[in-house]
């Protein structure tokens, strides 16, 4: 199993969340953020000197997926998720050990669903 | 060390939080995140076309913990977190490479509590 | 690569940000967390019995970066973030198989910034 971890622009939410249902996506979480990329000035002062501080608010969504729809995932973000523009945000995956749903116990593939 | 992360209902976290407590978990983070699942209407419109998108508020811990403690929490976590009904959430083991106190640079086990 | 996640005082954060900047770190999230550590009371009673809940806003720093980086990181985390006082905070490095920039499908290292 993978975790997924997306940070992606805020207005495109709806499009990929429709997009990771067709993909049998059923279960995510969604946390707002506040960003920090390139897109934001890059700043040069330092302890005591001004400095602009600048955040992109963006949202974070975290799936755990049978490792064969990783792809297939990323795939369906890549274009839903993408406007062209510097700010589009990244994709990680991460290795998960166990996943168990609380409910009935069940652990493993069968519990991510 | 493992990170354990779960999403759990926010009217169990009290309970849920003293079982930690009492397992000697003494450092969490909680989050607060709109959860999307089973318990969601699932949606088979797209694009352009009228969808409901409904989330639900759940609360995500994190907790980074020895391997000996992984399976007693997960016990905790299965009795103080289920309520028997769809949307108890769930929980997920993650490997974890380095944990460090900042306040006394201490790394590894001991730096956890 | 790797995942270091890091939780701080919100009054460390601008010096933190500033220092990671400096570590050629443009890229991160930023999310506002509830912890709770040694710096909150224990309790003992449970179920029914009065206790006192307590919260501590911190910050959760999340960033992926190239294994050869991790150590520097480190170092500008401990010193930036440490006030000498319990509640500092912790980091966390955990493993990363794969990052990808949604605008340009670039996967890896050149993902990341
Ligand atoms: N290395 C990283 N680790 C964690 N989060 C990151 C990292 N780089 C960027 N992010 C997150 O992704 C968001 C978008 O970053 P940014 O504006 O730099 O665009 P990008 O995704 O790097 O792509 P590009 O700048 O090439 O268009 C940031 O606001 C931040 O939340
Ligand atoms: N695969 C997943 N990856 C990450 N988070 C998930 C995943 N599945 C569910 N979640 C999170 O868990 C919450 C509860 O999900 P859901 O309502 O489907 O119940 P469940 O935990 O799947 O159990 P069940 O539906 O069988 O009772 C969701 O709101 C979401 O935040
Ligand atoms: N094991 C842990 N796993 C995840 N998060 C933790 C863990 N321990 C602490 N935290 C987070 O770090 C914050 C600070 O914890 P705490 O007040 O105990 O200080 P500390 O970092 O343990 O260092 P010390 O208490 O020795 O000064 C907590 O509020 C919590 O958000
Ligand atoms: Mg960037
Ligand atoms: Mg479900
Ligand atoms: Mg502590």
Do not use: C, H, W
């Not at 997924?4 to 059923?26: H, K, M, N, Y």
């Not at 040069?44 to 949202?59: D, H, Q, V, W």
């Not at 700010?87 to 519990?111: C, H, Q, S, W």
């Amino acid at each position: 199993m993978k975790k997924i971890e997306t940070i992606i622009r805020p207005s495109v939410f709806a499009d990929v969340r429709q997009a990771l249902a067709l993909e049998g996506i059923d279960g995510l979480s969604v946390t707002e953020i506040a960003g920090i990329g390139k897109q934001e000035g890059r700043v040069g002062l330092f302890r005591g000197n001004a400095y602009t501080m600048e955040f992109s608010p963006k949202l974070k969504l975290e799936m755990v997926v049978d490792d064969d729809k990783v792809e297939d995932i990323i795939q369906a973000l890549l274009e839903y998720a993408s406007t062209g523009q510097v700010g589009d945000g990244k994709i990680f995956i991460l290795p998960v050990e166990e996943a168990i749903r609380i409910r009935t116990k069940e652990r493993g593939v069968v519990a991510i669903g």
